[in-house]
């Protein structure tokens, strides 16, 4: 067994640079800056893109001084798209990218850079609910319990290997938007801890090649 991560354990004088990628109102983002900024955070964000111009996310990272960039999709091929990320990414010296509400989908061409280095945060345990509205989904299939995964991004939509799952009861009278808040709470902490944990060598790969965080409570 042997961490995901070659130089896990970072420390906190050089912590796991994080890039993060977001299109909208990036509460998750506003979670790994706040926890980034704790008293013995083993990551950093280096560096915030959006590909949507005007997110509030870009806002949220500015007020952190944390660098901000647009850079956008339109009129470019997926390929070309992904080339400046990646040289975006580059520039800050981002070890590890975080998927905080990116509404793209990112191809092998951009996976192969980043390999087993690209972690998203979706609202549904997986592989139940994947694609858009894990909330809605769980209220009209009559679910009881929904909740969260934090996984590592392979090319398909949220099928890369579970790292870590945080449940979430349905209440009688939820409704979407009632559901959605509770499992962003839950959201909003799994995905620090779980970068923390990465930093921290916590999650590692096994003999068998599977890919686990250990010893982490939901
Ligand atoms: C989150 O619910 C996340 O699960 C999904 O997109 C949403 C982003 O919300 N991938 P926010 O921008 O972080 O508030």
Redesign the pocket.
Known sequence: MKPLLPRAPCSVDKPLRVGVL??????????LLDAAHQPGALFSIAVVISNVEG???LERAGRANVPAIVCSHKGLTREAFEDRLLAELAAYDVEVVA?????RVLTAHFLQRYERRVV????ALLPSFPGMH?ARQALQHGARITG?TVHLVDSGVDTGPILMQAAVPVLDDDDEAAL?KR??EQ??RLFAAMLQALARGDVVVDDAGRVRARGFPT
């Open positions: 977001v299109s909208g109102s990036g509460s998750n983002l506003q979670a997110a509030f996310a998927l905080a509400g990116f509404m998203n945060v979706h609202p894990g969260c959605q499992i962003q959201e909003h």
